[in-house]
């Protein structure tokens, strides 16, 4: 019983910090900057290019 209180008390703990955490950060932030489009034949290139194969186009 007192092992389910002290996990109960340590989540609840847990919760509490991360939202502290969450409420902090600016509503302006941007967490993931997505890169400039890029050409399909290009890509294509690169990734057989990894593989070891020719392009199939």
Known sequence: MIRLLIA???VYVAYRVAR???DEVPDDFDP???PPP???RE???????????EPGR
């Open 8 to 10: 109960g008390a340590i």
């Open 38 to 40: 890029e050409d399909d």
């Open 20 to 22: 502290k955490v969450i």
């Open 43 to 53: 890509a294509l290139r690169r990734q057989s290019a990894r593989m070891g194969v």
């Open 32 to 34: 993931l900057l997505l």
